[in-house]
């Protein structure tokens, strides 16, 4: 059975063809038409202060994107926090966690394991959370993560996350495309961070950044790219990429931008042999881990099984078929305007 998620993706790009496909998008371009209008609504009730906000004691800087998945907030959130605790402040990182119901989600999961030392509330009222985390956890600084179209709580930065493989969602809101918001929402933001740029031409990466800056003016354009940073397993052992390089790999992942995982695999200099998707913020069943064996099983006898920390997290296993399960950890490095990101940032706890 093929994975919903990709055919949803193959169907709102346009790489599936035939009447069928260009009526079902015709259908979802009409179903967007009343999201458009419920945010524009709600956009415009917070912008003249028809909507009540909850300012928090302590500084919030706010990491979000306009796009469903995939751009990378989960290592954007741990710089942030990273760097703030770097200066010896106590942070905190307050999300919806989406998913979370029976516990810690995948990115809350990634988070606590890179960043052991900074709490993670998750919560539908992040107002409260903030509160909490004031009050009973004396944080001086919090960190909102995906909170972009979260209004309610007061921010002093917007940062604002785009991927610059696929900057737009398709150019449509949801559900024809993967736009949240219009990119005229981008006048709401301190920062613009562009992730993956190294997986895009210069030129394209020059032509996003003048999009950009005709809704977004004055504001620093930052940008980063994901680096992988280690192979590590569920007991947090870890191994150098270059170990992999020129073997033969299958690979699988369960995340909102499946391509962009591959692309850092193949920029690794492994080989690829076989690569298996499930759908974003994907529970893992034992049915699955039963699945991946038999697949694992049909691959070379010396090919590696590689996935993304989110999915390991979640597996909490360390062999597959008998083979060892790793994971590539990801960290944002910043390309330019670094100084002008880190002042943002400083500035924002010291006035």
């Excluded at 069928?20 to 709600?42: D, M, N």
């Excluded at 979370?100 to 988070?111: C, F, I, T």
Aim: net charge neutral; aromatic share 6%; proline share 6%.
């Amino acid at each position: 059975m093929s994975d919903p998620t990709a055919r949803y993706l193959d169907l709102v790009s346009g790489r599936a063809r035939g009447v069928g496909a260009t009526l079902q998008r015709a259908a979802l371009r009409v179903a967007s038409w009343p999201y458009r209008g419920v945010v524009a609504i709600r956009n415009a009730s917070y912008d003249r202060g028809g909507k009540s906000v909850f300012r928090s004691s302590v500084p919030v800087v706010s990491v979000g994107n306009l796009t469903l998945g995939g751009t990378g907030k989960t290592p954007c959130v741990e710089y942030v926090a990273r760097f703030f605790r770097e200066h010896e402040l106590q942070v905190a990182i307050l999300s919806r966690g989406y998913g979370a119901a029976a516990g810690p989600n995948d990115e809350a999961l990634v988070l606590e394991q890179n960043l052991p030392d900074v709490p993670h509330l998750q919560g539908a009222d992040r107002s409260a959370l903030a509160a909490t985390a004031v009050e009973e956890l004396e944080s001086e600084v919090l960190v909102l993560d995906d909170g972009f179209q979260h209004r309610r709580l007061a921010r002093d930065l917007d940062l604002v996350l785009i991927d610059a493989t696929n900057p737009w969602g398709y150019g449509y809101l949801t559900p024809r495309g993967l736009l949240r918001e219009p990119p005229s929402a981008l006048k709401r933001a301190s920062a613009v961070i562009f992730s993956r740029c190294d997986q895009v031409p210069p030129d394209a990466l020059a032509r996003l950044k003048r999009e950009v800056t005709r809704y977004a003016t004055n504001v620093p354009l930052v940008e980063s790219i994901h680096r992988p940073a280690a192979a590590v397993n569920s007991e947090g052992a870890e191994r150098p990429l270059d170990e992999f390089r020129g073997k033969a790999v299958g690979a699988f992942c369960g995340i909102g931008n499946p391509d962009a995982f591959r692309r850092t695999l193949e920029q690794l200099g492994v080989i690829v042999t076989a690569f298996r998707t499930f759908p974003d913020h994907h529970a893992y069943r034992r049915a699955d881990v039963e699945s991946l064996e038999e697949w694992c099983e049909q691959l070379p006898p010396a090919a590696v099984i590689l996935t993304t920390q989110k999915d390991l997290v979640k597996l909490r296993i360390q062999t597959l078929a008998g083979r060892a399960l790793w994971a590539v950890r990801i960290g944002l490095a910043i390309q330019s305007e670094e100084k002008s990101f880190h002042n943002l940032l400083q500035n924002v706890v010291t006035g």
